[in-house]
């Protein structure tokens, strides 16, 4: 569910705004974040996403490796199928556990869980099977795109595709910062594990403070400003992880602020949340969220303040802010690296830069 409401997050900014997403200076994501994130980076405009999400097919068009798109998933990926092999009993790591019982202030409570909690048993097959559809083997082409994971031994986060972070194809990057500790099995890249990186953070705003950004706009699914009736348990658990969530938010979005960039905050409304449910992980009103926050995203982003700091983000191209017009066959390439926003109205004395930020879980 936190996908699809990023799905139609960014459907609205580029129908709001005109501009493309993909074309910004850096694209970071977690979790389902760095699926919808990827795809979009990737080449897959948002447009498309809804459209395809919604059952509708488009003959002639095919995906990165050449196969009919009409075949993808329709559901980002999160299909659950059992991970080969024999399942390991005792602790997931237990390297982990050591470190957060011997230093436990300097581990987030995800991290003293993931450690304890039992190798997840779903296989993350079908999220990299998605990501291959887009980018079948290596990077995304654009080179700013950031996907974090945790590693599974130490807890530390990791910023796939930036200099300095281990190789990895984006498929199984992808996958590691989706790996939910307990029910996903965790991915190995170059020998190492790796797990869900809202492990460390949910959103992972600050790893954008020393880029020197004028603008980030960032689409968080687990936090929001509404408060909804709790009514059970079950309810005010929720509650309470969306209250953590929103303040890690919102102290990550002041160390970026106070390194001079400007951040703009979407969160799911009373409405989204309604819609969204308790269980993240479930895909039966997914198309439905998709549409409803479409509208809502929508509707904050023409908000006094909100409007006229993305008044000054530069037009998209046209076939990836909207869908073309005439069959498929006339379309322009869709897949591959989309220009970037380099040439946008300053609105300080740099140039402008900016970037969205995606958190959270898959579904």
């Known amino acids: 569910m936190g996908g699809a409401w990023l799905t139609g997050g960014l459907h609205a900014i580029a129908t709001e705004t005109g501009w493309d997403p993909a074309s910004a200076d850096r694209v970071v994501g977690t979790s389902a974040g760095s699926m919808i994130g990827s795809l979009c980076a990737s080449g897959v405009p948002p447009w498309f996403m809804v459209a395809h999400s919604g059952g509708e097919t488009f003959e002639g068009l095919t995906d990165g490796r050449g196969r009919p798109a009409s075949e993808a998933e329709r559901n980002g990926g999160a299909t659950f199928r059992l991970h080969r ?77 930036r200099a300095g972070s281990p190789p990895a ?71 309470a992880n969306r209250s953590a969530t929103g303040r890690r938010l919102g102290s990550e979005a002041r160390k970026l602020r106070e390194a001079g960039t400007d951040v703009v905050l979407i969160q799911p409304t ?33 908000a006094p303040g909100v409007a006229e700091v993305l008044s ?13 017009e005439g069959p498929p066959s006339q379309w322009p390439a869709l897949v591959g690296a989309p220009p970037l926003s380099r040439a946008a109205v300053p609105v300080s004395s740099r140039r402008r830069r900016v970037a969205p930020d995606l958190g959270l879980e898959p579904g």
Request: hydrophobic content about 40%; some cysteine; proline content about 8%.
């Open 270 to 302: 009373l409405e989204d949340l309604a819609v969204m449910g308790r269980n993240l992980m479930s895909g039966r009103r997914r198309h439905e969220l998709i549409e409803l926050a479409t509208r809502t995203v929508a509707e904050q982003l023409r």
């Open 169 to 239: 194809d984006l498929s199984k990057a992808v996958a590691a910062s989706c790996a939910i500790p307990g029910f996903y099995h965790p991915v190995t890249i170059g020998g190492r594990s790796y797990m869900d990186g809202g492990v460390y953070s949910p959103s992972n705003l600050d790893v954008l403070r020393d880029e020197g950004l004028d603008l980030v706009v960032a689409l968080n699914p687990t936090s929001s400003r509404a408060t909804p009736p709790a009514r059970s348990l079950a309810d005010r658990a929720a509650a």
């Open 312 to 324: 000054a983000l530069p037009p998209g191209a046209p076939e990836r802010v909207a869908r073309p």
């Open 85 to 161: 092999g024999l399942p390991v009993p005792g602790l997931g790591s237990w390297r982990l556990a050591l470190r957060t019982l011997t230093s436990p202030t300097r581990h987030t409570p995800a991290q003293f869980a993931s450690g304890w909690l039992p190798r997840g048993f779903v296989s993350t097959e079908t999220l990299e099977a998605t990501i291959r559809r887009v980018v079948d083997r290596g990077w995304s082409p654009h080179e700013g795109l950031w996907v974090m994971a945790c590693d599974y031994t130490t807890g530390r986060r990791v910023a796939f595709g």
